[in-house]
């Protein structure tokens, strides 16, 4: 497509109008750095949609006229760059066209009260009023199907989804990780202010957050007073810095996996902002759901496309299902299982055949394990107490530093509670019995009769929704998929969608 230049909102309205092609909108106020351009060339990477990247330096933002003024513009420069790295229209409307004096069509925004009472919210008045109404206004002339934002600014990230929410605007917001220079500073407009004392400052501010970040790895803790005081003693004056859950900005506290630790600085007459996400571990997946509904060829993609580590906890259940069955345990009157449990050992290998073969007791059981003889056996065998006392520890040790994605019954509710997120997927009995048949023509090169196959699944979901321990039930803070329908990527893309909106791009690439 030719690149475009609109400088009169009438202009970008009219031909907004013929566009058939779907819009990724990346609203700027120009000065563009690495920052812009990875968002301009995410977006252009990401689908076929057309690139559209506004530049307007909207003053209802500004509650200090001088930072107004002495705002860094580069229209020039920012016109090639924008276009040699994806874009394909660039809006650069006036203050006149934005703000039509006596319109009564536009709208003043108010923030999210809850969202915009914390942080840069309390130092700059009015400030996410201004972002809001003038996001509001772009997004009805632009009228997107995309929008992508930085991470850099995380609470204004959070506010304008709540914009798009409340008013049902039913555009994505996709964002992309905070972008830092060679010295570790985020890339900003204002950075070309700061004189190299004052970007020394910002390189300490930006270094000591990195540090904090690197210290509750291994701490698990953070001292808000005495990194407080250690900045401080390095002559840099701290506006506000704190320690806060990540979505609600409410006080973190010792009990949360992922907090935000967010400041901001001045440096002389320039203030910039900065923040690192705390982890006590990485993200974890829960994915639970009946025998059939999908879970393991979703799960095994999900991992895949977000390089998590595959816990297969059905697959472990049914390794123990073939080591009782092939050393003649009877598991169902044997008194000693706690001994006998105490002496195995499973382990998951990647395999570049299979993906992940599972190992129990050194026996490789990939293929044996999803016999028709251990489908049959193993929700006996796993309704037994000593049995998932030994898988549910054994499962919470592989998790315990997170990044992984897990499936079963009872990921959700017993082993990982405190998943970041957890899908709860389902499918009809139709649909379920559908997908086992042609997976047992196609492994097994038999026929199995359809009704059959209903019956075994329905008396399958009795058992694990019935029995004693861990049933298998869903998380009150789960998604419920209902996958009838839908193809198995459509769902691994669904799911990921959801993941996105949880976890924050600079956890997950962490
Ligand atoms: P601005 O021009 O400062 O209003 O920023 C326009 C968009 O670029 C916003 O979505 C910002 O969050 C994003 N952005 C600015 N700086 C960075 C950065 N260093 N890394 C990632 N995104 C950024």
Redesign the pocket.
Known sequence: MENIIFRRTKDLENWRDDQKNDINF??????L????I??ISTAKSSNQNINLISIFINPLQFENKADFANYPKSIDKDINLAFSNGADVIFIPNQIDIYPKNDKNLIYQKASKELSESLCGIHRQGHFDGVCTVVYRLLDLVKPKNL??????WQ??LIIKNLVEVNKLGINIKS?????DYDGI????RNNLLSKSERRHMRLFSNELYLAKETFKKEKKVNLKQLTKKIESKNIFIEYLEHLQPFNFKKATLKHNISILAGAIRCGETRLIDHVFLMKRKPIIAIDGPAGSGKSTVTKLIAKKLNLLYLDTGAMYRALSWFFKEENINYEQENHLDKILSNISIVFKSSSISGQDVFINNNCVTEEIRSQEITSIVSKISAIKEVRHYLVNEQRKIGELGGLVAEGRDIGTTVFPDAELKIFLTASINERAKRRQSEYKSKESKEIEFDKLKELIRKRDFEDSNREISPLTKANDAVELISDGYSINEVVEKIIDIYDQKIPKEIQIQ
Do not use: A, C, V, W
């Open positions: 990346i609203p700027t106020m120009g000065n750095h690495n920052g812009h990875k968002l992508y934002l930085g991470e850099k600014d204004q990230l992309i990780p905070t972008q830092r985020p890339f900003s407009s």
